[in-house]
């Protein structure tokens, strides 16, 4: 197995992206807890995102979402984040909040409902260069809930139509990243429902056009880490938007609900060329419910490296001679030893070395950050999904 030191280097280049959401106030269909300290505006959340970035040095950039992210100039936005040593990333498209998408939004029968969904689109391409980003993520709530309730092949060709207008709309330098899942809000029928449809659209759209792999997004028992090889291999993975589920899309903490899971991601992220990769963006979508939101996000990145180190232990050249020599619970051994690898003391020195905290959550705890923006942040509207 490859030593610690060996892989320093990797860990180096590593970069996760925080969602803006995540440091607002979310909850489910039952209840929404509030929690003091929340962000009121993109400018706080831009705060909290660059704290977490501070204490870890993982994540640099904090991806909008368009409404919620909304604000008057873009360029001051920027600055801000810029000022408290991060970037703006990902430009998420919402187009399942507004009325008029009840029956859809880039697949809607009604030609004014599509159009103002692709204006949309326009408005986050507009924002995309506006801070300097690369790439503007698209997932559609479309679908339906009822057999018979929408034409299937219709949806499809709409759904095509709709997204190359999107497409040509990019500057040369930006991406369109097609994000897939397979139900919810609809129960019956989704329009981009899995990998498949998603590889499909990038595919006819061209070369700036990629797919997102939601971990969430799956039905249960899905081979998660198939598909990223199957991805990278067609050169059409371009990002990941990680958490962690039980049940449905739970959007918990990444590496929470089944570490092993994320070590497998990632070993397949590793062999298919994706750690080197800027093409192969890392993010976050998470919610944080119960937990406080800042040191989720935290335990969230530290989880996503911690696993990213153990995939870099894996010794390829024993697994491959293993496998060619048919040892099934040799190449099996292999494999899960560097599973069961504990990094975290050679990661605290890793972080010593570099000026961070050995221990973010613990350094976040004593930093009174959270006391300070509970103090202050009193009043006003705190952020959630409605803005
Ligand atoms: C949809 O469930 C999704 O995963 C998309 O990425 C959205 O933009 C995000 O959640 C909103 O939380
Ligand atoms: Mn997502």
């Known amino acids: 197995m490859a030593q610690f030191a060996d892989i320093a280097a990797s860990l180096e280049r590593q970069r996760i992206e925080l969602p803006s959401w995540a440091f607002g106030n979310s909850g489910t269909r039952f209840k929404v807890f509030g929690s003091p300290g929340t962000p009121r505006d993109p400018f706080e959340k831009v705060r909290d995102a660059a704290k977490v970035h501070e204490l870890t040095g993982l994540a640099p950039t904090m991806a909008i979402h368009i409404p919620w992210d909304r604000v008057d100039d873009y360029a001051e936005l920027g600055r801000v984040a810029a000022d408290h040593g991060i970037a703006l990333g990902t430009v998420n498209s919402n187009t399942f909040q507004d009325d008029e998408y009840k029956l859809g939004s880039l697949t809607h029968t009604d030609p004014a409902v599509r159009r103002r969904a692709i204006d949309h689109h326009f408005e986050c391409v507009d924002i995309l260069e506006q801070v300097g980003s690369r790439d503007l993520k ?68 061209g070369e700036k056009a990629k797919v997102c792999l939601d971990t969430g997004h799956h039905a249960p028992g899905t081979n998660i880490e198939f598909i990223v090889a199957q991805l990278l291999r067609l050169d059409k993975l371009g990002s990941f938007d990680f958490n962690s589920r039980f049940y449905a899309d739970d959007d918990l903490m990444v590496g929470a609900a089944d570490p092993f899971q994320l070590f497998r991601i990632l070993v397949e992220v590793r062999c298919g060329g994706g750690l080197d990769d800027e093409d ?31 995939a870099l232990l894996l010794d390829l050249e024993a697994l491959r001679a293993a496998q060619d020599a048919g040892d099934v619970l040799g190449a099996n051994a292999v494999y899960m030893d560097a599973f069961y690898t504990d990094v975290r003391a050679d990661l605290a020195a890793w972080r010593r070395e570099r000026g961070l905290p050995a221990d973010p959550m613990a350094a976040f705890a004593a930093s009174g950050y959270l006391e300070t923006v509970a103090a202050e942040r009193v009043g006003g509207q705190a952020a959630g999904w409605g803005a």
């Open 138 to 205: 698209v997932w559609l709530a479309d679908g339906t809930n009822y057999p018979g309730q929408g034409d299937i092949r219709r949806r499809q060709d709409l759904l095509a139509e709709s997204l190359s207008e999107i497409y040509q709309r990019l500057g040369p330098d930006k991406r369109l990243i097609l994000e897939y899942k397979f139900f919810e809000p609809a129960f019956y029928h989704t329009d981009v429902p899995d990998w498949g449809t998603a590889y499909a659209h990038v595919a006819a759209l």
């Open 280 to 310: 192969v963006a890392f993010m976050l979508d998470q919610c944080h419910n119960i937990e406080p939101k800042i040191p989720g996000q935290i335990r969230s990145v530290l989880n996503v490296q911690e696993m990213t180190a153990r």
